[in-house]
């Protein structure tokens, strides 16, 4: 059981019965409260930024706003906004192009991506490969079944 001084100044002190509690109650909760906040304030927090990846997986609608958020959150890898704006834009439509395409993962698609033709896409691309994804509170990891 934990020492109990009337002027703790370096540690918490707080009146348990047993170690583990006392354990429990300074240490493993604030440890689990911090890990969730982390994870909340990196995938949470940033869905609007996770969302502009959409536009470079499927063909959809273009919002310039969006794109930019990432573009903004990820400025030192890509080039300026408006070579990320134009390779999209070329992108989507080379996606369109051929609808008899289809592409099960990412991974095809980096595959089919030219870095030459599209280094921004490419590199935002890869990016997406490696972040994991929140489905239904859980996460889950890209994986390569190729």
Not at 2 to 26: G, S, V
Not at 31 to 59: E, P
Not at 60 to 87: C, G, I, M, Q
Request: glycine fraction near 2%; hydrophobic fraction near 35%.
């Amino acid at each position: 059981m934990p020492r109990l001084a009337k002027h703790q100044k370096y540690r918490d002190n707080i009146p348990t019965k047993d170690p583990e509690e006392y354990f429990k109650i300074t240490l493993f909760l604030p440890l689990l409260d911090s890990f969730v906040q982390q994870l909340n304030d990196r995938f949470v927090n940033h869905q609007n930024i996770i969302s502009g990846f959409q536009m470079l997986v499927k063909s959809s609608e273009f919002d310039e706003e969006t794109l930019r958020e990432l573009f903004e959150f990820y400025a030192n890898d890509v080039d300026d906004f408006d070579r990320v704006k134009s390779e999209t834009i070329l992108w989507n439509r080379y996606l369109t192009y051929d609808s008899n395409i289809q592409y099960n993962n990412v991974n095809q698609m980096l595959n089919e991506c030219n870095p030459d033709l599209f280094p921004n896409i490419y590199k935002l691309l890869q990016i997406l490969i490696t972040l994991p994804i929140m489905w239904g509170g859980e996460i889950i990891f890209h994986t390569s079944k190729d």
